[in-house]
C-alpha cells in the first residue's frame, strides 16, 4: 500500500520559517515525483512545486519561486518543503502527492496518491 504522511505544521508568525516533511511509503521516490499542494479557505486547490524521478529535478509555481524550496532524501523515502518570510495568506493546509508519470506537472488531478494534510497557519 501506498501511503503519504505529512507532518511539520503548525502556527508561525509572519516572517517566520517552517519546514514540512511527507513521509513516503510502499514506493520509491526514483519512480515516483513528488508534489506539494495548499489549499486555503475559500480557495481552490493550490499548486506549489514538485520534485521528478529519478533526476531530482524540481519546478516550482511562479508564484511560490524564492520562498519554498523543495528537496528530498531518497534513501529516507522523505520530502520536504521549507518555507520562508511566511505571511498571513499563507494560511492553509499542505498536501503532498504522488505520481509515476515521467511528465510531472502541478496539476492535482495527475496525481495518484495523497497525504492528509498538515495544517499551517501564519498568524500573529
Known amino acids: 500500500q501506498v501511503h503519504l504522511v505529512e507532518s511539520g505544521g503548525g502556527l508561525v508568525q509572519p516572517g517566520g520559517s517552517l519546514r514540512l516533511s511527507c513521509a513516503v511509503s510502499?514506493?520509491?521516490?526514483?519512480?515516483?515525483?513528488i508534489a506539494w499542494f495548499r489549499q486555503a479557505p475559500g480557495k481552490e486547490r493550490e499548486g506549489i512545486s514538485y520534485?521528478?524521478?529519478?533526476?531530482?529535478?524540481?519546478n516550482y509555481a511562479d508564484s511560490m519561486k524564492g520562498r519554498f524550496t523543495i528537496s528530498r532524501d531518497v534513501a529516507k523515502n522523505m520530502v520536504y518543503l521549507e518555507m520562508s518570510s511566511l505571511r498571513p495568506e499563507d494560511t492553509a493546509l499542505y498536501y503532498c502527492?504522488?505520481?509515476?508519470?515521467?511528465?510531472?506537472?502541478?496539476?492535482?488531478?495527475?496525481?495518484?496518491?495523497w497525504g492528509r494534510g498538515t495544517q499551517v497557519t501564519v498568524s500573529s
Open positions: 510502499g514506493i520509491t521516490l526514483n519512480y515516483y515525483t
Open positions: 520534485i521528478s524521478s529519478p533526476d531530482g529535478g524540481t
Open positions: 502527492a504522488a505520481d509515476v508519470t515521467p511528465w510531472p506537472r502541478l496539476d492535482f488531478d495527475a496525481y495518484d496518491y
